[in-house]
């Protein structure tokens, strides 16, 4: 069984910085990072092979947010900048058992509870 548990959220100004994390337990993963904004399904933000050989980011992140993993650690990051209002949403981790990258909603199989961003204008 894998847990995950993100930290990291808040309120910030637009234009600001935050950085997310991700703390997994259970083993070693694809993960990826997914928000979901009030109204609105949940959108694929940023996602990292196993041993990180693969990444993918969201068109309307790319150049702003950068994802990486500490294997170590059993921690993925996601370093957020330049943001703006419509980044505000509930943030959740995700993994799934695979070698590849992985950049929909229903391929991954665990979920953290997610942690709210807020960027104010």
């Known amino acids: 069984q894998v847990q995950l548990v993100e930290s990291g959220g808040g309120l910030v100004q637009s234009g600001g910085s935050l950085r997310l994390s991700c703390a997994a337990s259970?083993?070693?993963?694809?993960m990826g990072w997914f928000r979901q904004a009030p109204g609105k399904e949940r959108e694929f933000v940023a996602c990292v092979s196993w041993m990180g050989g693969n990444i993918r980011y969201a068109d309307s992140v790319k150049g702003r947010f950068t994802i990486s993993r500490d294997d170590d650690k059993n921690t993925v990051y996601l370093q957020m900048n330049s943001l703006k209002p419509e980044d505000t949403a509930v943030y959740y981790c995700?993994?799934?058992?695979?070698?590849?990258?992985?950049?929909?909603?229903?391929?991954?199989?665990?979920w953290g509870q997610g942690t709210q961003v807020t960027v104010s204008s």
């Open positions: 995700a993994a799934v058992r695979r070698l590849i990258y992985a950049t929909g909603v229903s391929e991954y199989d665990y």
């Open positions: 259970g083993g070693t993963y694809t």
